[in-house]
């Protein structure tokens, strides 16, 4: 495996780590307040609410985020497999360009084999978007329709380098 997919993979396996634990921590704390009784009804604190949101159904939320984060994780295997076969495709393209000695032959080669690195890459992260997005949707439609929730949290935002895109 090359290390720009180590690196996206392991982001990737922290940023839900991290998100994981953000989670746990409000009903850890809730409980801890209450002598470590479990209620039947657990008060979250919205980051984007002012009022407390109760939640009635805990099981009903833990499997909406338990289906959200697996399809999540899904795309993002989706994205890397995506992204290792462009990878191999221009690697394999740019070798084969390089052996030819006509100059203007070589260069259309490189060219054709950039584009299509250019495609691959675009249409990897286009399909990571909409599956991203679309996990959302249906665990925002989850939490509203069979959860009973208005109150959902942020959509957690595309990763970005310091430039502004996911690049390699």
């Known amino acids: 495996m090359s290390t720009t997919v180590k690196k996206i993979t392991f982001s990737s396996l922290l940023t839900l780590a991290f998100f994981a634990l953000f989670l746990a921590l409000p009903s850890a704390s ?15 604190t919205s980051a ?20 959200r984060e697996k399809a999540i994780t899904a795309s993002w295997t989706t994205f890397t497999t995506a992204m290792v076969s462009a990878l191999t495709k221009r690697t394999d393209g740019l070798v084969a360009a390089w052996k030819v000695t006509d ?10 084999v950039l584009t299509t690195w250019k495609t691959g890459s675009k249409n990897a992260h286009t ?14 439609t989850t939490m509203k329709v069979d ?19 996911v690049t390699l």
Request: proline share 4%; with cysteine; aromatic share 2%.
């Open 30 to 44: 809730h409980a801890m307040s209450n002598g470590g009784l479990k209620l039947k009804k657990e008060v979250v």
């Open 103 to 112: 100059e203007a032959d070589r260069s259309k080669d490189l060219k054709a």
């Open 48 to 67: 984007s609410a002012t009022k407390p949101v109760v939640i009635k159904d805990l099981s009903c939320v833990q499997g909406a985020v338990l289906a």
């Open 127 to 140: 399909t990571l978007k909409t599956d991203r997005k679309a996990a959302w949707a249906s665990f925002r």
């Open 147 to 165: 959860c009973k929730l208005t109150k959902l949290p942020k959509e957690d935002a595309e990763p970005k380098d310091a430039a502004g895109a």
